[in-house]
């Protein structure tokens, strides 16, 4: 068995290795007052949102950029709670509220009733529950005027809520570790990745593509699955904007439940990505913890293997904690190597049972049973 392992380990090794070597050639973005301003169209697909909405719509109208130049569109996704009176509240939103979202691709259906009443060439997106800084779109506008040919920005989204809980600790390491993968990812083509709370594109690009035709049967994928076929058919025009002034804030998970239900929405869609790379890294990253988690048991009967084993655990961790900590630093996130340190064993079998029961695509999600 630790020969298996310590092959696997070499292998995640490398990998690890690249994306940490990746996140670093991406250049951090210093953001200038550009003098060209742009339109864009921030789209908000919203689900029972009254305790976040609000929140956002106070941070748009906030805005360091010309208020003409933004326009705002909530999109009601089935609420039933006091979401659409809170949005009619402020009077630069403007609220849709189209019938038939209530299938299992609701937020979908929602963006693209969004974008097809969008005014502006530039679309952004961002979750109802998630806070922009005051510069998030003047920084947003600053990048493309100075990347050339670009069709769409993958931007930054870090945790708030974070607590000294356990769940919180989990959350926060959990959630730099995906960001440093995918700044790596888009900044190397390597393959695609993102997160819709801070996601911008060109709304002819989306159309070029044929929207979400082809992945429109997912409940999930409005983000991974929308960048895969970006970078497929406009390769080296989608960016990372690695920007503190870009980052977007959006709520952690309140409960272990919570986080569960929304880690298994986000891997049912894990089958139907493009790109063989990513399966690749994906079945490093999981035949890699599995094995580990295997050996450690395995210890149990084999104490001769207990120190080898707990080396590869602790090379593992830092290895991790090398990708981990500068994005921390750009996130600026507090760090605990000791605590991450601890948090191995429950990240190793949070991402095996995530991964196995996530293929049964059955979750629950915002008083929604998904199939």
């Not at 995640?12 to 994306?19: E, F, I, P």
């Not at 029972?48 to 909530?74: D, H, M, R, T, W």
């Not at 920005?153 to 959350?171: C, E, M, R, W, Y």
């Not at 079945?283 to 009967?301: D, E, K, P, R, Y």
Request: proline fraction near 4%; hydrophobic fraction near 45%; charged fraction near 20%.
């Amino acid at each position: 068995m630790f020969p298996a392992l310590l092959i696997l380990f070499l292998t995640y090794l490398l990998l690890v290795s690249y994306y940490t070597y990746q996140w670093g050639r991406v250049p951090d973005f210093i953001a200038l007052d550009t003098k060209q301003k742009r339109g864009f169209s921030v789209l908000i697909p919203a689900r029972n949102e009254e305790n976040n909405i609000g929140g956002l719509l106070v941070a748009l109208q906030g805005q360091q950029y010309p208020s003409e130049l933004i326009e705002v569109i909530v999109i009601d996704d089935g609420s039933n709670d006091n979401t659409t009176s809170i949005v009619q509240q402020f009077s630069f939103a403007t609220l849709l509220q189209p019938e038939n979202t209530n299938g299992v691709a609701g937020k979908k259906q929602a963006l693209k009733t969004g974008i097809e009443r969008a005014s502006n060439e530039w679309i952004i997106t961002i979750d109802a529950d998630s806070i922009p800084g005051p510069e998030w779109i003047s920084t947003i506008n600053d990048f493309i005027d100075r990347q050339g040919e670009i069709v769409c920005v993958v931007g930054p989204v870090t945790l708030t809520t974070i607590d000294s809980n356990l769940l919180q600790a989990f959350q926060r390491y959990d959630h730099l570790m995906f960001q440093g993968i995918t700044a790596a990812a888009i900044g190397s083509g390597l393959h695609a990745l993102g997160n819709g709370a801070n996601l911008c594109y060109r709304k002819d690009a989306f159309d070029s593509v044929s929207g979400f035709e082809g992945i429109d049967q997912l409940a999930s994928g409005d983000d991974i699955l929308l960048v895969e076929k970006f970078m497929q058919q406009y390769p080296g025009q989608v960016q990372f904007l690695k920007s503190n002034k870009a980052i977007v804030k959006t709520t952690a998970c309140a409960n272990w439940k919570e986080l569960w239900q929304q880690r298994l929405r986000w891997v049912s869609k894990a089958g139907s990505y493009k790109n063989s790379r990513l399966h690749l890294a994906q079945w490093i990253t999981g035949g890699f913890n599995a094995v580990l988690l295997i050996q450690s048991a395995w210890c149990m009967l084999n104490p001769d293997e207990l120190k080898p084993t707990i080396s590869i655990w602790i090379l593992k961790a830092i290895i991790e904690w090398m990708l981990i900590a500068p994005v921390a630093k750009l996130y600026r996130e507090p760090k605990n190597g000791l605590a991450f340190f601890m948090l191995q064993p429950i990240h190793a079998c949070y991402l095996i049972a995530v991964g196995l029961w996530g293929m049964r695509k059955t979750y629950r999600w915002k008083e929604r049973t998904v199939h």
